[in-house]
């Protein structure tokens, strides 16, 4: 009886299968873990691509463990980060430890897992871009004028405590123009430029990088009108180097002109005056 009875829920299961099969219906295909990020190194998310459902209703579990520990843990929070995403908060972040991190996708025709992703905190750091971004054109009285860029750094990234040493990229260009010019400064948040085009309306961007880490987004585009009467040259450091070329001239001529002089000297030496021996100039002048 009971050799029967299990025969017949193998042959259900074998029937039920093959009706699946023959409607399209299949396990779900394995899903790919995209990445995995944190804006401080205080808490991260991480993301994935599911596959192919199989024509059926699939539910996603990301599950982990830490390197060297053997308990598994599933993911604390799938709300925050957005659609196939996991949340990991201040709990449930150590840095300086390995995670082991899988996704895995499972419908009533079976289950499909990722390939494990290996993720360290203290490398994955990709920033918030820098805030608080703003333009404002400058008018010394001794000196040109120049444009001010200044920001803030990511707010969600302690710079303070000395945890990160962030370089920033700044990039501008006139509105109507397709290359950006760009500019890189560590740790500072201003930039003074000097050459622009009167009268365009400039575009400027920014954003940051951690030591250890990946390029922020950049912020969003701030825009600033230069006026038609701004200076497209700083002139003072061309008159500079026509003075100083003028005297490096100068000094090269001279320097020519005793070298030329030497060789004459040397060439054509000054022939001596006649002398002999038991003569007197003198009685010479003295004779009427």
Same mark, same amino acid.
Do not use: H
């Given at each position: 009886m009971k050799e029967n009875a299990a025969s017949r829920v193998v042959f259900i299961l074998l029937l @039920?299968?093959?009706?699946?099969?023959?409607?399209g219906q299949s396990p779900p295909e394995k899903p790919k873990?995209?990445?995995?990020?944190?804006?401080?190194?205080?808490? @991260?998310?991480?993301?994935?691509?599911?596959g192919a459902?199989?024509?059926?209703?699939?539910?996603?579990t990301l599950t982990y463990h830490k390197e060297g520990e053997t308990l598994i843990h599933e993911c604390p929070d799938y709300k925050t980060g957005g659609p196939n995403s996991c949340y990991f908060s201040k709990k449930h972040t150590s840095i300086w430890k390995m995670y082991v991190i899988t996704?895995?996708?499972?419908?009533?025709?079976?289950i499909s897992s990722s390939d494990p992703l290996y993720v360290d905190v203290t490398y994955i750091v990709e920033p918030e871009p820098p805030a608080n971004l703003t333009l404002e054109l400058k008018h010394p009285e001794d000196r040109k004028p120049y444009l001010w860029i200044k920001w803030s750094p990511p707010t969600m990234t302690d710079v303070k405590s000395g945890w990160f040493i962030i370089q920033y990229e700044i990039r501008l260009k006139p509105e109507k123009a397709t290359d950006w010019e760009t500019h890189f400064t560590p740790k500072q948040t201003q930039l003074k430029i000097f050459n622009l085009y009167p009268g365009q309306k400039y575009l400027v961007q920014i954003r940051c990088k951690p030591d250890h880490g990946y390029w922020s987004e950049w912020s969003p585009e701030s825009s600033i009108q230069i006026p038609n009467d701004f200076p497209v040259k700083d002139t003072s450091m061309w008159i500079f180097v026509a003075i100083l070329s003028a005297v490096i001239c100068l000094i090269m001529v001279w320097a020519v002109a005793l070298k030329g002089y030497s060789m004459v000297t040397c060439i054509l030496p000054p022939v001596p005056g006649p002398k002999i021996k038991g003569f007197d100039v003198h009685l010479l002048e003295a004779a009427p």
């Open positions: @039920f299968l093959s009706v699946s099969l023959l409607n873990l995209v990445k995995c990020r944190s804006p401080g190194k205080e808490t @991260f998310t991480c993301w994935w691509e599911p459902d199989g024509g059926l209703p699939t539910n996603y996704v895995n996708a499972i419908n009533q025709m079976g």
